[in-house]
C-alpha cells in the first residue's frame, strides 16, 4: 500500500518556484489536485499535471452553460 506523503513534503513542492510556470503550478510528483499558491496569502490554485484538473474546469464551464441556458 502506498504511503501518504507528509504536508511538510507536499508544502515544500508547492513553495519551489521550479514547479510554477507563471501562475499554473505543475507538478506530477505531487498528488493533489488543489494547491497553495506560491504565495499562500492569494489562495488556491489547480495542480494543472493531473487530468481531474481538466475535468474540473470542464465540469465547471458545463453548469454555467447549463445555467446560461435555462435562465
Keep these: 500500500m ?4 507528509d ?3 507536499l508544502d515544500t513542492m508547492s513553495r519551489d518556484p521550479g ?3 507563471g501562475p499554473f503550478y505543475f507538478n506530477r510528483k ?3 489536485l488543489m494547491v497553495p499558491k506560491l504565495h499562500p ?3 488556491w490554485t489547480l495542480n494543472f499535471s493531473s487530468p ?3 475535468l474540473t474546469i470542464l465540469g465547471l464551464i458545463g453548469i454555467i452553460i447549463i445555467a446560461a441556458l435555462i435562465s
Excluded: E, H, T, V
Design 19 to 21: 514547479n510554477w510556470k
Design 7 to 9: 504536508k511538510q513534503f
Design 52 to 54: 481531474y484538473a481538466y
Design 2 to 5: 502506498k504511503s501518504k506523503p
Design 30 to 32: 505531487d498528488p493533489r
Design 41 to 43: 496569502s492569494l489562495g
